[in-house]
């Protein structure tokens, strides 16, 4: 059994990226950029107006000033010709500024007629104009290699002229979940033997979330023959298979043992945390294999900790983007950890982390309140109770 830092530490040396593929605009949402994306054109390409109203000579911008029109500036038109002392442009937000013109008042400032302006109240401080390629110029790095292309950042891959991007593939992931006791939701009622198999729809859910393409989620019961099968299928539909219960000692316990056939060598085989000390990871027939507790709360609990980083580092995401700890006040004390690190599950108030009340293992119900991991470390008899704590979005 090694420590949680050591097994993530383990996943960040052994995980390489998967291969590249070029993607279209409207299909780059969620992926991660394999290359750095420079600007085609700058932004903005002239220098444009920020606002409705009129162009003109800084030097002209007086209030009372009467000025000559002498054209208007639409957006994606033909600038104007230049301007001379005493003129000014009817121009509108995202219009190019005709030559001459290096100030904007807001057309709340004047009053026209066909061909005079006139600047009727205090304009204010502001020029209104946006100077060209001051968001950036042509050639500019906009986004950085391994970015994890959210709406923000699919505005400037578009802004900076780029209809498609390198990025990472997304990795394949099968899911198993084992267990005698399990049936599929909408049916356990009428089999008082039986208990709702809940942990694989969950586990789909935050791979989905995390960038994985779900190929298979299988269900078997505890037959290693059987197991055997569905292990094959797994492996031969993902690049990640993930097997949920099966992984303690018991003599049905053959998360492992279904996938020895396929010369599977464990990375780490169990971790000291709380809750999900069975957690294991390995390699099989060139396939990533996480083995996650049944218990529902111990697999999301892990699955956050451990699913989310192998997929994160297998489409190029540095470690600490999906492992993003923060440190927030706590509410209240946490209680001792113990020996093993324990990760509490909490919601955020005004006053901080909130402990939820049931923490054990099984708990379902609670787990769809808890929004947030709090590490507890073990500490010293004599240490004082801590103020604030490390914390991880769940």
Not at 42 to 61: E, K
Not at 242 to 255: C, L, Q, Y
Not at 279 to 299: E, F, M
Not at 310 to 339: E, K, S, Y
Request: glycine residues 10%.
């Amino acid at each position: 059994m090694i420590g949680f830092d050591a097994a993530i530490g383990l996943l960040d040396d052994r995980v390489a990226p998967l291969g590249t593929e070029r993607v279209p605009l409207n299909a780059l949402p969620g992926r991660v950029l394999a290359e750095p994306v420079h600007a085609a054109v700058s932004a903005p390409r002239h220098a444009v107006s920020a606002m409705d109203g009129y162009a003109l000579r800084n030097a002209d911008a007086a209030l009372g000033a009467r000025l000559r029109v002498v054209g208007a500036s639409f957006a994606g038109g033909s600038p104007p010709p230049p301007i001379e002392p005493g003129e000014c442009v009817r121009i509108f937000t995202g219009a190019a500024l005709p030559a001459g013109a290096d100030r904007v008042v807001m057309q709340e400032n004047c009053t026209a007629d066909a061909a005079d302006m006139v600047i009727t109240a205090e304009f204010g401080p502001g020029w209104h104009v946006r100077q060209a390629a001051s968001d950036f110029a042509e050639g500019d790095l906009v986004l950085e290699r391994g970015t994890h292309l959210c709406p923000r950042s699919i505005v400037a891959l578009a802004g900076a002229d780029r209809a498609d991007a390198l990025v990472h593939q997304r990795p394949r992931v099968a899911i198993i979940a084992t267990g005698d006791e399990l049936i599929a939701p909408g049916l356990a009622r009428a089999n008082p033997l039986k208990i709702p198999e809940s942990v694989s729809f969950g586990v789909a859910a935050l791979a989905g979330q995390s960038g994985g393409d779900i190929t298979a989620r299988l269900s078997g019961a505890d037959d290693l023959a059987a197991l055997h099968e569905l292990a094959d299928h797994a492996l031969a539909a993902a690049d990640v298979v993930v097997v949920t219960g099966g992984a303690s000692v018991g003599e049905r316990d053959h998360a492992k043992a279904m996938f020895a056939h396929r010369g599977l060598e464990l990375l780490f085989a169990k971790v000291a945390i709380k809750p999900g000390k069975p957690v294991w990871l390995g390699q099989a027939a060139g396939r990533w294999v996480l083995g996650l507790p049944g218990n529902p709360t111990s697999a999301m609990v892990t699955a956050r900790l451990f699913l989310v980083p192998l997929l994160g580092l297998l489409q190029g995401r540095p470690l600490n983007a999906v492992l993003d700890w923060l440190t927030l006040p706590l509410a209240a004390p946490l209680p001792d950890a113990g020996q093993r690190t324990t990760f509490v599950r909490a919601s955020l108030s005004q006053s901080g982390l909130v402990s939820l009340g049931n923490q054990d293992s099984g708990a379902q119900a609670p787990l769809s309140r808890a929004t947030w991991l709090v590490r507890c470390d073990p500490t010293g008899e004599d240490e004082p109770p801590r103020a604030t704590a490390r914390a991880l979005a769940f």
